[in-house]
């Protein structure tokens, strides 16, 4: 019995009645011309834009980093300001009411005294001290940059009154002014040390994928011995023989060195894999029958198409830079005082018997948490961005 005696439905074939013309052109929408016609920039930016918590992540990424040219205006107080009288004086809060009316944002002042039984500070919020924030306004003297003397904040405490949203650290000094300030130096150490891992990491990666051959096999062995040694101990060994007469400006330099030759290893497997594949395309080719030279087919022609690659790798590799300078500095090893960022701040916190009794001397982590999630996040947004196939 044939299928047609099986009594089934049979599937109607639709058939354009309109003939075939070969010169007939696709009539495109706005839209459709808009996305097509977009260099890969652009088109990545619309999908990562999609992305809302990278997108989110980006913009707590681009305050702290407001941190790093405005510090002497955002903090209340000079970094080394010492306020003798407050010794480990506690974290402030922030009111708006006082006795059922609005008052604006102000602190209660602190009455200090000496705990001589368990030698410790102890201070008592005093609640008919009510202190007023200033802002915008007029408060202790710096030098912005270390250049021009200056005296305007965003916020200052009252006349005579005090502003410890952080609390204090053994000398008096405020902690949140040094939250603000040690961002200037943990930020920018992690993204002048990917800088230099970018460099060595295109370059030497760039030149074992495209030549290949005993340049690619001497490359292949540095970075097999590099990536074998343990990371953490290597940072201590090398940022230990930086010598201690150093000013803090060299140190910092120092360290952005070490971490950025200690990081290029990875990068550059990445490049190499993907100039080994990229190299075979028929554009690269039809670039080297031209005569072109291989410095120009590897800038020209094959590294923009990976550059989404590599923004994405950098955005990734920040956090281990903010985290080796942070550990660092935090076992003495690294940034010392007078310079000041969050591994310097962290160092108070050594003493085990001090965080118990003073803990907002932890206050350093909760930035380092929040930006090392921030870039890792914002870094998945751009990964997943950059990738042709999503």
Not at 17 to 46: C, H, M, N, S
Not at 212 to 233: A, K, T
Not at 366 to 375: K, R, S
Request: proline share 7%; charged share 20%; net charge positive.
């Amino acid at each position: 019995m044939n299928q047609g005696d099986r009594g089934e439905d049979k599937v109607e074939h639709y058939v354009n009645p309109k003939g075939f013309d070969p010169k007939e052109v696709e009539i495109l929408t706005r839209e459709q011309e808009r996305y097509y016609q977009a260099p890969q920039w652009k088109i990545i930016w619309w999908k990562f834009r999609k992305h809302k918590l990278a997108v989110a992540s980006a913009i707590v990424l681009f305050f702290f980093y407001l941190c790093v040219p405005f510090a002497e205006i955002i903090a209340p107080y000079p970094v080394a300001k010492r306020n003798v009288d407050f010794l480990f004086a506690p974290p402030q809060a922030i009111h708006l009411f006082h006795e059922g009316k609005l008052v604006g944002p102000f602190v209660y002042g602190l009455n200090p005294s000496v705990d001589l039984e368990n030698l410790k500070w102890v201070y008592e919020t005093d609640t008919t001290k009510v202190q007023k924030l200033r802002f915008f306004c007029e408060g202790e003297p710096y030098k912005f940059w270390g250049l021009f003397p200056a005296k305007f904040h965003v916020v200052c405490p009252a006349k005579d009154g005090t502003l410890f949203i952080a609390g204090t650290d053994r000398l008096g000094r405020d902690q949140y002014s040094g939250l603000v300030y040690g961002a200037r130096l943990s930020l920018t150490i992690g993204l002048v040390g990917v800088s230099i891992s970018m460099v060595l990491g295109v370059l030497l990666g760039g030149l074992a994928g495209f030549f290949g051959g005993w340049i690619d096999s001497s490359i292949q062995r540095v970075i097999e011995i590099m990536r074998s040694l343990p990371e953490l101990p290597l940072w201590m060994a090398l940022s230990a023989a930086l010598p201690i007469t150093w000013s803090p400006v060299w140190i910092y330099f120092g360290l952005t060195v070490i971490l950025g030759l200690l990081d290029w290893p990875g990068l550059a497997r990445a490049v190499r894999s993907k100039l080994l594949s990229l190299r075979e395309e028929e554009y690269a080719k039809a670039a080297a029958l031209m005569g072109a030279s291989p410095s120009r087919i590897i800038v020209k022609h094959l590294l923009p198409g990976f550059t989404s690659h590599l923004v994405a790798s950098a955005t990734l590799s920040v956090p281990a830079m903010i985290l080796g300078e942070t550990a660092l500095s935090f076992l003495n090893l690294g940034l010392r005082r007078p310079a000041v960022s969050w591994g310097v701040l962290l160092n108070e916190a050594q003493n085990i018997s001090v965080v118990t009794i003073y803990p907002w001397l932890m206050a350093p982590v909760i930035p380092i948490i929040i930006v090392v999630l921030a870039f890792n996040f914002m870094g998945d947004g751009l990964r997943d961005a950059a990738d042709p196939y999503k």
